[in-house]
């Protein structure tokens, strides 16, 4: 055995969407992954549901998150640095950075949407309008529900 080390110069990277997400690995036989997620300005995610519980700690910026349930409205959190957020399996959320600065959180969460996240992943940013009904499918193959209507 080695003892593993990511550095931001070797650590597997990919873009989702706008957001950059470095991969930092897991325990051996855990299926609980750690992620440093960058969200710039105005970037988020729709609403949606999935099995993997989330914990979200934000080390930079503010990330509001809202939490859906049928006829209320929703819960709106906003996250500032040192706050973590637990969500979780199936609880109707999203997040979103409105603060006009970026946001940089570490997240854990299940290889199930570790996986989602490489498969719709990109090496370099994307610089045109992301390919909706590619990340539906993939949405689809790995469980995640997008929520129709969430007001």
């Excluded at 990277?13 to 690995?25: M, N, T």
């Excluded at 959180?105 to 940013?125: N, Q, T």
Aim: glycine content about 8%; overall charge negative; proline content about 9%.
């Amino acid at each position: 055995m080695t003892i593993d080390v990511n550095t931001p110069s070797n650590a597997d990277c990919r873009w989702v969407v706008a957001d950059k997400i470095r991969f930092l690995g897991n325990f051996p036989g855990s299926s609980i992954e750690l992620l440093d997620i960058e969200v710039p300005a105005g970037s988020g995610t729709p609403p949606h549901t999935h099995e993997s519980a989330e914990l979200f700690y934000v080390l930079e910026g503010e990330l509001t998150l809202r939490q859906f349930g049928s006829e209320v409205p929703p819960v709106v959190i906003h996250a500032g640095p040192g706050t973590s957020v637990r969500i979780p399996s199936r609880v109707p959320h999203n997040y979103v950075n409105e603060s006009g600065k970026p946001v940089r959180m570490l997240v854990m969460l299940e290889a199930s949407m570790v996986a989602f996240f490489r498969d719709i992943g990109s090496a370099e940013p994307a610089s045109s309008v992301p390919d909706f009904a590619r990340i539906g499918a993939a949405m689809e193959r790995h469980g995640i529900e997008a929520l129709a209507s969430a007001a």
